[in-house]
């Protein structure tokens, strides 16, 4: 495996990690409760299918799981720009830019994956 690869490994990784701590420290209501949900399954998909292509049986199915690893980056995005509406505390305006950041650079990374697979 080459440097890349484990570098994105790790940082898709940490990219689940860090939001769901993040979004353990936020306070809770019924009312984020879906967002909340959906942001923690989202995020940690994208290391979860980008894991999982590294074992593709196939170019297609790498291809496949790449493609889910950017929906979810973009999923993820979307939530977080949810969140940071309902939650207007100025405290976590920061983190939640900070992630929304993180979002958008690895779908970027996760589009650039699959054009270059896809030649």
């Known amino acids: 495996m080459n440097e890349k ?3 994105l490994l790790d940082g898709t990784f940490c990219f689940g990690v860090n939001i769901l701590k993040f979004l ?7 009312v984020y ?3 909340i ?9 994208v290391g ?4 999982e292509a590294q ?3 196939s170019k297609r199915d790498f291809n496949y799981k790449i493609g889910i690893s950017y929906r979810e980056a973009r999923e993820s995005a979307y939530w977080l720009r ?3 509406e309902l939650y207007i505390d100025e405290k976590f305006t920061l983190e939640f ?3 929304k950041d993180e979002a958008n650079e690895l779908k970027k990374i996760f589009a650039s994956i699959k054009i270059s697979s896809s030649k």
């Open 48 to 51: 979860a299918n980008y894991e």
């Open 97 to 99: 830019e900070q992630y």
């Open 55 to 57: 074992g593709a049986t």
């Open 5 to 7: 690869t484990t570098q």
């Open 24 to 30: 353990n420290k936020l306070p809770y209501s019924q």
């Open 82 to 84: 949810v969140l940071k």
């Open 37 to 45: 949900l959906q942001l923690s399954r989202s995020s940690t998909s």
């Open 33 to 35: 409760k879906v967002p």
